[in-house]
């Protein structure tokens, strides 16, 4: 791709539900952390704000757990010390799971709280840099290291017999002390710095402990087992699972002729999906799957699903989302737009590189195809684009931008434009002599009408007379759009679920007549008003706004545009 879009792609997911945050939390800590460091701009600073958002949506236990997720890559100093400075069972987590250089670690440790360098100190995998500034600001090891440790003095008789023990007045133990060599002042001063560092770190531990949720926990002898994580390899084969179950759950499939051989051969995510395990009394019986594909971030590969096993008994306790279940529909849309997305728009990039000759010549045959290649891959996204519109806009999960702007003007400036077209019908406005206020933003208010004009004109015949009529019913605005003969001649069904065919289409969209036409009355609805069919006409009704005092003799010289250039 020649555009790195997915942190954008990201942000435009609206966390309506728990699990939906928890999809966005994950995949804001995969793209931030891979993030190169100097990487700045206002998108990731946007980024950084949604992932605090969410981190006061999502309990302090559930994002410890993400984020000790095998495969988690935090690479970022900046991301690592966000979380740092988070609860203390996320700092730990994040702590553990953080894959910096020694370099950024040194850069990064005199930001830490106190108690974050201390859970730091348990690392072995730092760097001597890390180690040495550690050490400088009293955390090191927990354990102590054997030569400053006092050791139990060895017997009398078995020591050699040196003048000093003609001395009765002296201890064992000192005389131990004094076999070794004298510490300086220096070094006692560590040793005393580390052993406060040591207590500080065994009660944060403590703390963080009793921090966890219960079901992290090791399950005791006998005690029922309800709910634990595992993950999957490409073949359905679970390979990781949490300690207290790992020895008895790993090797087990969930593809073949199971429940889950669907998912895992489409690798669709797992929704509730029921599977009876076989073996030791802790995990026998019935269970309640829910998983995630995972994919290699670098290729793209399926790589397996990541997920819970839930006993149906604390399923059923679980309190129920508020969420209707339109909104995990719509959810689940715009997932399958994000993977269709990701492919296209590298399809398009590289066909751009062959056609514009960026890495050579390039036969004209090929930059040829190259082009409608590109066009095609355009097409498609503006396609996926108008999708996620609806889908967005029937959940009730976008709004319309507010305003205020001229529908007459609006209209009068796009059949200006299509007027040009001598293959199109003619289009004609009638009765905009007067302005038309509407309570809605100009770009909105353009694109609705692009979309129905470029609707009618795409069916309309050449030379077809289409008048558009506007018109003051009480309090809001009037639009009469006369049907081609083409679509007159069809029924409700077939005019707004049907893909009427259309000879020229100027831009009324991928997916034919009656797609755009709903669309189109989801965006009337969202805007306070409606379009519906009323015999051969669409009646569209938007709110009005009050006539200012104004002299309208000027009205036409000033009246404002309220549009530039046609969307599609």
Known sequence: MRYDDRLATALRL???GQGVARIQ???LLDLLGTLPVDEQGEMVDLAYLRLGELGGRIPAADRA???????????????VAALAGAEPVVSLSALHSAQLSDEQWIDLIPALPLASRGALGMRRDLGPGARALLARLGIGDPALPATSAPKEPAPVEEAPAPVQTEIPSKPARASAYQASPPLAEDTIGALVRRIEAFRQARENNIAAEAARPAQSKKAKPGQPIRSFDFASDGEGRIVWAEARVAPMVVGYGLGGNGPGANAVRLHQPFRAVMVTLAGAPAIAG?????????????GGRYIGHLGR??????????????APAQDSETDRLRQLLHELRTPVNAIQGFAEVIQQQLFGPTPHEYRALAAVVAADSALMLAGFEELDRYARLESGSLALAGGECDLAAALDALVSRLA???????????????PCPIALDGTEAERLCWRLLATLAGNGGAGEALPIRLSH??????????LPQTLAALSDEALFHGAAPATHQPGAGMFGTGFALRLAAAEARAAGGGLIREGQQLLLTLPGLTLPMVNLSQVPENRPEACKTPVA
């Open 14 to 16: 609206t966390p309506v």
């Open 25 to 27: 939390f994950r995949q």
């Open 65 to 79: 757990a993400i984020l000790r997720q095998p495969g988690l890559r935090l690479r970022a100093p900046r991301l």
């Open 286 to 298: 019935e269970w309640q799957v829910d998983a995630v594909p995972r994919f290699d971030p670098l």
């Open 309 to 322: 096993f839930r006993r149906p008994a604390a399923v059923a306790a679980a309190p129920v989302p508020a």
């Open 420 to 434: 040009g077209d001598e293959r199109g019908p003619a289009l004609r406005l009638e009765g905009h002599e007067r």
């Open 473 to 482: 019913r009480g309090g809001a605005v009037l639009a009469m759009f006369t």
